[in-house]
């Protein structure tokens, strides 16, 4: 998540991540997730909960962030 923390790459082994410098992808799914329940009626509606849209997203979001914790387990 810190990506501050990161020691440079070494010289020619640019990472292939797109968006380098913006979000990182667990923050463009957190903010998908988030930005979709601003915007949709169901999401915002307590008794009706979270719809399937919202829910694919969470799924996706937490995908990635135990992707994330299992590189950091592994010293990455
Ligand atoms: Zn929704």
């Known amino acids: 998540m810190d ?18 410098g913006k979000l990182t992808p667990l923050q463009q799914a957190y903010s998908r997730y988030v930005t979709h ?18 829910e694919g997203f969470r799924v996706a979001w937490k995908l990635l962030g135990d992707d994330a914790c299992e590189q950091m387990r592994r010293g990455a």
């Open 37 to 54: 329940q601003l915007g949709c009626g169901t999401c915002q509606d307590v008794d009706a909960g979270r719809c399937a849209t919202a």
């Open 3 to 20: 990506e501050s923390r990161e020691p440079e790459p070494p010289a020619g082994s640019r990472r292939a991540v797109a968006g380098v």
